[in-house]
């Protein structure tokens, strides 16, 4: 088991940026596939970003492609979400999540580990 913990979230202005912190403990980071989900209230659950064991392949949602980078640190048991160009729809809380089976994952079933989430309020 991996247990996950979000930081970074806060307040920004419309045109702003912020970046999001994936922390993981419990269980070797490389061998989990990482992904970034965000929630609205009334709304569901709704996939961001998603990143290989590697590194190498990244996935986007087409409603943050372009704005949002993933990235991921292995020695640093951190993967990262690089938020610009944010606008008051981005406003969410924002989950990270772990799984082993896939190389990417962009459904929210498809995940085996969650962290409690960090909040983002985007201002206009």
């Known amino acids: 088991q991996v247990q996950l913990v979000e930081s970074g979230g806060g307040l920004v202005q419309a045109g702003g940026s912020l970046r999001l912190s994936c922390a993981a403990s419990?269980?070797?980071?490389?061998?989990?596939?990482m992904g970034w989900f965000r929630q609205a209230p009334g709304k569901e659950r709704e996939f961001v970003a998603a990143i290989s064991r590697s590194g190498i392949s990244t996935y986007y949602g087409d409603s943050v492609k372009g704005r949002f980078t993933i990235s991921r640190d292995n020695a640093k048991n951190t993967a990262f979400l690089q938020m610009n160009s944010l606008n008051p729809l981005d406003t969410a809380v924002y989950y990270c999540?772990?799984?082993?089976?896939?190389?990417?994952?962009?459904?929210?079933?498809?995940?085996?580990?969650w962290g409690q989430g960090t909040q983002v309020t985007v201002s206009s």
């Open positions: 999540a772990a799984e082993l089976a896939r190389v990417i994952a962009t459904r929210r079933s498809e995940y085996d580990y």
């Open positions: 419990g269980r070797t980071f490389s061998a989990y596939g």
